[in-house]
């Protein structure tokens, strides 16, 4: 039996998409993919109109990526100005803060002139096109303003999660060698202060970063004083009140970058994936109004933060260049109460709410009633993204939160892909729980075994895509070659998205999880070797595996083997110590959840960890090992496993 929700009538009524017509437009955008792409960049305003649309080779000798490539544009002018004429009134941004008293509507004219004043502020920094701003921040207006005053000027931003740690913030300023860091005193979550300006502090301590840091522009987000360094830290509202409002927007090729975000991998540092503007902003655009079936006037709500591409692409870029209403929250879904999201939706009117599994099994876990007390009556689709949504939350989603009448679209996507790539489209796409669906248009999806064989029908393999989309990563920032090696290196001639998937006998996608040593936690990205990394720099310990098991809440959890220094006690205090340690290390996304002590790693005879082995240990697999006989010492796996940890 499968489990399958027909698209309603009243939904495919209002779509912009209905079922016949995703098929056909599929079609074309296959067949005659430029002429299709052709037709999708006119929803974005050009200075100077393009004429060529595409150039892409996936071949590994000569890659290369370009789209748009002769026109030029303002990214910002895209999502703020051209909307004056007919939407200067209209709200651009309504702000929810962390305290549930405090919100705010900002119009597109405000919009306007708050984002023409930071550019003018950022100028007054020194900032020029081409040049690095690094941003931690909360999830403030502020942030937004920050972001399109970058693309205004032609800076290339780098957001910065807030969670991650003063350590991670300085590899990422110096990756990309950032003269600026934007920040706030503090950010509010939950009730409670996170010293942003602090971190900042730390991270311009370290080694390398004042090689590039010039100056640190913060944001007053808080009564509460901070630490200054005169010669280097700036006050945003001081320096405001030296500028003017008149600031033009620059032109831009469609190929100059518009951002930079780390993003985790199966090896080595944080790659800063690097995102163009024409090509992302006409993707992002039409992945926002085709997957959210936005219509003018809905109010639209991603409950992500700026720090992901989530918030890139769809809090703020895909949305403001439609023209919608884009809903910021600053806070959490557990603050004051269990509610709060759903207040949210009742107090501001959300038609759309965009979250991810981990937020709705956390929900979920607390029953109905949080959910029941509110009405929720202006919601008409929801949305979910980040790692595959389970069931049991889906059908949580589906009837309790959406009152059985939402469409759920199930996005598939990454930080490389810059916008959804496999989804449903509420008018056009009956709903399976747990399927991403469909691709979008214009999106060549195949599945491959090991070798690289394209698998036919129904069939479960590494997922890879064929051509390019506008909205793609051009490269890794200041390493081409590790852009090649990650992506195009495993499979010829395609890009390898790192995921599993299976297609099932109606052509649906599931996706399986990453195929690499990613671990997704939350809906984040983590890299093992980052850990891994974080923990061997600690001096007690020797060696370290990590790897991930099934979270009730967080999707994957992480569990750590931990091999200790000759000489070095085993203890709770420095069980505890070493969680501590990878969050100042990292961040608290990459904490710990269990840690095992390991007198020894499976290792093959050449000195290679088997982490294949240590995952099912993680899984408490005991009995699909796998093959054991290249281990060098069998003994060490059945310690492991009778000393395996206890959720
Ligand atoms: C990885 C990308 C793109 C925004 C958030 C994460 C997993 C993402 C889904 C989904 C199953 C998903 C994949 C992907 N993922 N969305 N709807 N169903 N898996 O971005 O940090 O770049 O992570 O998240 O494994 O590769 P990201």
Not at 66 to 93: F, M, Q, S
């Amino acid at each position: 039996m499968t489990d399958i929700y027909p698209v309603k009538p009243a939904v495919a009524e209002k779509a912009h998409i209905t079922e016949p017509q995703y098929f056909e437009m599929y079609k074309r955008s296959v067949e005659d993919n430029e002429a299709f792409w052709a037709e999708q960049g006119k929803r974005i305003d050009w200075i100077k109109p393009y004429s060529k649309i595409k150039d892409v080779s996936f071949q590994k000798d000569d890659l290369h990526i370009r789209w748009y490539y002769d026109g030029t544009l303002n990214v910002c002018a895209n999502c703020v100005d051209r909307h004056l004429p007919e939407k200067a009134n209209d709200t651009a941004i309504i702000w929810e803060g962390d305290d549930p008293n405090v919100s705010q509507h900002i119009s597109y004219q405000a919009l306007f002139d708050n984002v023409c004043r930071f550019a003018n502020v950022l100028k007054a920094r020194g900032i020029q096109k081409g040049d690095r701003v690094t941003l931690y921040m909360p999830m403030i207006p502020e942030a937004a303003y920050a972001m399109l005053a970058c693309a205004r000027i032609g800076a290339i931003h780098s957001v910065v999660f807030g969670g991650f740690s003063a350590e991670a913030l300085a590899g990422r300023i110096i990756d990309c060698k950032s003269k600026l860091v934007i920040t706030a005193d503090f950010s509010n979550r939950g009730g409670k202060q996170i010293p942003l300006k602090q971190n900042v502090d730390a991270a311009s301590a370290i080694k390398g970063v004042s090689d590039y840091l010039e100056s640190v522009l913060v944001i007053k987000n808080s009564d509460t004083s901070v630490a200054w360094n005169d010669a280097q830290d700036y006050w945003y509202h001081e320096i405001l009140e030296t500028v003017d409002t008149d600031c033009p927007a620059v032109e831009m090729d469609a190929e100059d970058p518009l951002f930079i975000l780390y993003t985790s991998g199966s090896t080595g540092k944080p790659k800063g994936v690097l995102h163009t503007s024409g090509g992302y902003i006409v993707y992002a655009s039409m992945t926002h109004q085709y997957v959210f079936d936005y219509h003018p006037g809905d109010i639209y709500w991603c409950t992500a933060d700026v720090g992901w591409v989530t918030g890139h692409s769809y809090i703020v870029y895909g949305p403001l260049a439609n023209g919608a209403t884009t809903l910021m929250f600053e806070g959490v879904p557990n603050y004051p109460d269990h509610s709060r999201f759903w207040q949210i939706c009742d107090k501001h009117k959300v038609q759309t709410c965009y979250t991810a599994p981990t937020a709705i099994r956390a929900l979920m876990r607390e029953g109905d009633e949080p959910v029941k007390s509110t009405s929720r009556e202006t919601l008409s689709l929801l949305g979910s993204v980040g790692e595959p949504i389970n069931p049991e939350a889906w059908h949580w989603y589906y009837e309790v939160v959406g009152d059985s009448h939402c469409p759920i679209v199930d996005t598939w996507w990454q930080t490389e892909t810059g916008g959804i790539l496999i989804s449903p489209l509420p008018g056009a796409t009956p709903l399976k729980p747990g399927s991403a669906t469909r691709p979008l248009f214009g999106i060549q999806l195949a599945l491959v075994d090991s070798d690289g064989n394209e698998l036919q029908g129904e069939a479960d393999g590494n997922l890879i895509i064929k051509d390019s989309w506008p909205g793609q990563m051009r490269t890794v920032y200041g390493d081409h070659q590790r852009f090649i090696d990650t992506y195009f290196s495993a499979f010829d001639g395609v890009y390898t998205t790192g995921d599993g998937a299976r297609r099932d006998k109606d052509d649906y996608y599931w996706i399986t999880g990453r195929v690499d040593d990613v671990l997704n936690i939350s809906g984040h990205r983590m890299g093992t070797a980052e850990v891994e990394s974080a923990l061997v720099a600690h001096h007690d310990v020797a060696e370290a595996a990590v790897v991930g098991y099934p979270h009730d809440i967080k999707g994957q959890g992480i569990y750590v083997f931990v091999t200790l220094n000759v000489g070095v006690e085993a203890s709770d205090a420095l069980e505890k110590e070493l969680v501590q340690w990878v969050r100042k290390e990292i961040g608290p996304i990459a904490s710990p959840d269990l840690i095992q002590w390991a007198p020894g790693l499976p290792k093959t005879r050449s000195g290679k960890i088997m982490r294949r082995i240590l995952r099912k240990i993680a899984e408490n697999d005991f009995e699909n090992l796998g093959d054991t006989s290249t281990l060098a010492e069998p003994a060490v796996v059945d310690d492991l496993i009778a000393n395996r940890k206890n959720r």
